[in-house]
């Protein structure tokens, strides 16, 4: 004779080992390597400029290591006074900002769970930090027509460090939103970085593309 009973546990168990459809979100190893790997990045181009603004006030006439013709040049950028907003060079802050980032990765990778707190504080200096960058970028672009290697090493892994960060607060509830837009974040977050990417390029071509192929003579 069939036990009933015993198939009905059976088929309970079978439904709670079955996990609830969805989206695969970024594990806890996946953020922490990406915090740790563009925290470095980046710190690594804010430093790379923060040397070269210290060795061009020792030397006025030094030609930095990041210009490499008359449109690729760091040097306008540091003599502008949008690259002293706060009244000191630009790059000192991702020097001191950037470490955070990366002990915060370092951290994650070591197992350790952070306060929804922390990670909304971070993730809203990044979102300014992501403001500033625009900025610049519409300075390089529109007042200097100039290029800065350097700088442009920060533009680029500062839109993945802002998004990343958003997609693992909305995954992890640490921003609330609605369930079909924490299921479309988390499932689009690759397109999205892309399309991120395609819009930067896009308006750097349109502004300075002239100049810049020039300037590699083409």
Not at 85 to 92: A, K, R, V
Request: net charge neutral.
């Amino acid at each position: 004779m069939r036990d009933e009973t015993h198939d009905d546990d059976t088929d309970g168990v079978a439904e709670q080992a079955v996990p609830p459809a969805g989206p695969r979100g970024m594990s806890a190893r996946t953020y922490g390597v990406l915090l740790t790997v563009l925290g470095a990045i980046g710190f690594g181009g804010a430093s790379w400029l923060a040397i070269e603004e210290y060795l061009k006030l020792l030397n006025p006439d030094r030609v930095t290591s990041c210009s490499f013709n008359v449109f690729l040049d760091c040097g306008v950028a540091m003599m502008s006074w949008q690259g002293t907003l706060l009244g000191f060079p630009n790059p000192y802050l991702g020097v001191a900002a950037f470490p955070v980032v990366i002990t915060t990765g370092v951290v994650l990778l070591a197992g350790a769970r952070l306060p929804r707190w922390y990670h909304l504080s971070l993730l809203t200096v990044t979102a300014v930090a992501q403001l500033l960058i625009f900025f610049l970028m519409w300075s390089s672009f529109y007042a200097l027509v100039r290029l800065c290697p350097a700088c442009m090493v920060v533009w680029t892994i500062m839109w993945p460090l802002l998004w990343f960060q958003v997609v693992h607060a909305v995954q992890e509830r640490h921003v609330r939103v609605g369930e079909g837009v924490r299921r479309a974040v988390v499932r689009n977050r690759g397109i999205v970085l892309v399309i991120g990417y395609v819009v930067a390029v896009g308006w750097l071509l349109l502004a300075v593309g002239p100049a810049l192929f020039e300037s590699f003579g083409i």
